[in-house]
């Protein structure tokens, strides 16, 4: 690959994950190329994607910098940038019980908030068939982790570490798509830590930078 950034990442337009990874190299400084891969072409189960992700779905990175080490599921990539390129911990934590917590949310995010999400956005956007029981237990499930971050934030401004980190970056893509796209609520009234977290996040340079972006690749 000759684009002369430092990474390349594949991700998706619309997919939540591979934005998550961007608002962190844009966080960290860090040079990338993203390649967006057309899921409606099937692009993402090609054998030029496949070799380096066999799960076939995105993210995936590749450091040039480092031997053109591939990586691929969105948490593990935030953790390697972190452990690799944040020596200044601008975005992660530095004592062992943090670095607990910090992995903590990210488990949480991963098998808490992306799946029950996605499946969320699969019954009310994308499935042929309306089945309101699926859609009901879903939007419900979406409730119930804002419920736990609401309660937590509610308490204290940010995840772990008084500040900004991966963990708080990680929830953010998934919460915009659900707010958007799978649920009307006064989400203010109800999440009001929540809500004014979310919004800090988004007041973020680097969120404000990728915000712009996907308007201009997305027109």
Same mark, same amino acid.
């Given at each position: 690959?000759?684009?002369?950034?430092?990474?390349?990442?594949?991700?998706?337009?619309?997919?939540?994950?591979?934005?998550?990874?961007?608002?962190?190299?844009?966080?960290?400084?860090?040079?990338?190329?993203?390649?967006?891969?057309?899921?409606?072409?099937?692009?993402?189960?090609?054998?030029?994607?496949?070799?380096?992700?066999?799960?076939?779905?995105?993210?995936?990175?590749?450091?040039?910098?480092?031997?053109?080490?591939?990586?691929?599921?969105?948490?593990?990539?935030?953790?390697?940038?972190?452990?690799?390129?944040?020596?200044?911990?601008?975005?992660?934590?530095?004592?062992?019980?943090?670095?607990?917590?910090?992995?903590?949310?990210?488990?949480? &995010?991963?098998?808490?908030?992306?799946? $029950?999400?996605?499946? !969320? %956005? =699969?019954?009310?956007? #994308? *499935?042929?068939?309306?089945?309101?029981?699926?859609?009901?237990?879903?939007?419900?499930?979406?409730?119930?982790?804002?419920?736990?971050?609401?309660?937590?934030?509610?308490?204290?401004?940010?995840?772990?570490?008084?500040?900004?980190?991966?963990?708080?970056?990680?929830?953010?893509?998934?919460?915009?798509?659900?707010?958007?796209?799978?649920? &009307?609520?006064?989400?203010?009234?109800? $999440?009001?830590?929540? !809500? %004014? =977290?979310?919004?800090? #996040? *988004?007041?973020?340079?680097?969120?404000?930078?990728?915000?712009?972006?996907?308007?201009?690749?997305?027109?």
């Amino acid at each position: 690959m000759s684009h002369g950034k430092q990474f390349t990442l594949f991700s998706h337009l619309r997919g939540p994950n591979g934005w998550k990874v961007a608002m962190v190299f844009e966080e960290l400084g860090l040079t990338y190329e993203t390649t967006f891969l057309d899921f409606q072409k099937g692009e993402q189960k090609l054998p030029e994607h496949v070799k380096y992700n066999p799960n076939g779905r995105i993210p995936t990175i590749i450091d040039h910098h480092n031997d053109d080490f591939v990586l691929w599921e969105s948490d593990a990539i935030l953790l390697y940038l972190v452990d690799r390129y944040d020596p200044e911990h601008r975005i992660s934590v530095t004592s062992e019980r943090e670095k607990y917590q910090q992995l903590q949310w990210l488990f949480f &995010q991963s098998s808490g908030q992306g799946p $029950y999400f996605g499946q !969320a %956005a =699969w019954f009310i956007r #994308l *499935h042929s068939e309306q089945i309101p029981s699926a859609q009901e237990r879903y939007r419900n499930e979406i409730k119930r982790v804002w419920s736990v971050l609401d309660g937590v934030l509610s308490k204290q401004e940010w995840l772990v570490g008084g500040k900004c980190t991966i963990a708080d970056i990680s929830f953010i893509p998934w919460n915009d798509i659900a707010l958007s796209h799978l649920i &009307q609520i006064d989400f203010a009234a109800e $999440y009001p830590a929540l !809500a %004014a =977290w979310q919004q800090k #996040l *988004h007041d973020r340079p680097a969120q404000k930078k990728l915000q712009e972006l996907k308007a201009a690749v997305s027109s």
